[in-house]
């Protein structure tokens, strides 16, 4: 339910639209509702510790929402096409696959997601450069938890 709040945010956020409490609960945690504050303070954790994108309350009688970027950190460097994502939402978008499995995901699961998305091995893209490369080696090196996504 976390790494699904949290791709419904960057989504809202990619698209420069305003959430609301009443969307999140219909869309996004359906028939879980009474998880919503746990789940909504777990995601906001971690898109700000992972991104730095803070989830703000812009209406508390409204309970609408917008992520803000935070620590000076960008999230808005897309290829000048706009078909590309961000490295940061791309690494969001990466730990999610490996949470919702569990904190393991097969390499070829991960990279059969990206591609699903428009982001294939061998491209080298100006954000992030090649997705393998980026995955195996730069985001290690960077300290993300290792094995990371690589099982057996």
């Keep these: 339910m976390v790494a699904n709040l949290m ?8 698209a420069k639209q305003l959430t609301s409490q009443a969307e999140m609960l219909k869309k996004v945690l359906k028939d879980n509702q009474e998880h919503f504050l746990v789940v909504f303070s777990q ?5 700000q ?18 992520m803000v970027p935070t620590l000076g950190l960008t999230c808005d460097e897309m290829l000048s ?8 939402s791309l690494l969001v978008l990466v730990l ?11 390499e070829e699961a991960v990279l059969g ?3 699903r ?10 954000v992030f450069g090649e997705p393998r490369e980026l995955l195996t080696q730069v985001w290690v090196q960077e300290g993300y938890p290792e094995p990371w996504y690589l099982v057996g």
């Design 7 to 14: 791709k419904f945010f960057l989504l809202k956020y990619l």
């Design 49 to 66: 510790v992972v991104i730095g994108m803070e989830v703000k309350e812009l209406d508390p009688g409204e309970h609408t929402y917008i």
């Design 43 to 47: 995601a906001s954790e971690c898109l």
């Design 117 to 126: 998305m428009g982001v294939y091995v061998g491209s080298v893209y100006c």
């Design 81 to 88: 096409s706009g078909q590309s994502l961000p490295k940061a």
């Design 96 to 106: 999610s696959l490996i949470m919702q499995n569990e904190d393991l995901a097969p």
């Design 113 to 115: 997601a990206l591609s």
